[in-house]
């Protein structure tokens, strides 16, 4: 069992930069790929992007490429999402959740525990 907590959304303005968190408690999480989901009101979830379980890679979808990275400190056991130059189409709810994906997914089915999120508004 993985407990996930989501952190630091809040209000920005457009070209803003912020970092959200990912907060895990139980067993054994640096053994999870982790991914960062984002649903916008009236929308869908979509990907963001995932990190591996060691942090050696992550990727990014196209729509945040170039503005967004993912890292992760295990001793901590701790996801972050930075975001720079955000734009107010990035305004959602974003959310971590894991997978035994080693390499991550692409897939939100693929993803097993996830927290509750965190809202980002970017205000134009």
């Known amino acids: 069992q993985v407990q996930l907590v989501e952190s630091g959304g809040r209000l920005v303005q457009t070209g803003d930069s912020l970092r959200v968190s990912c907060q895990a408690s139980?067993?054994?999480?640096?053994?999870?790929?982790v991914g960062w989901f984002r649903q916008a009101r009236g929308e869908e979830r979509e990907l963001v992007g995932h990190i591996t379980w060691s942090g050696g890679s992550f990727y990014v979808a196209d729509s945040v490429k170039g503005r967004f990275t993912i890292s992760r400190d295990n001793a901590k056991n701790t996801v972050y999402l930075d975001m720079n130059d955000l734009k107010p189409a990035d305004t959602a709810v974003y959310f971590c959740?894991?997978?035994?994906?080693?390499?991550?997914?692409?897939?939100?089915?693929?993803?097993?525990?996830w927290g509750q999120g965190t809202q980002v508004t970017v205000s134009s």
């Open positions: 959740a894991t997978t035994i994906v080693g390499s991550g997914s692409y897939s939100a089915t693929q993803y097993d525990y």
């Open positions: 139980g067993r054994a999480f640096s053994h999870y790929a």
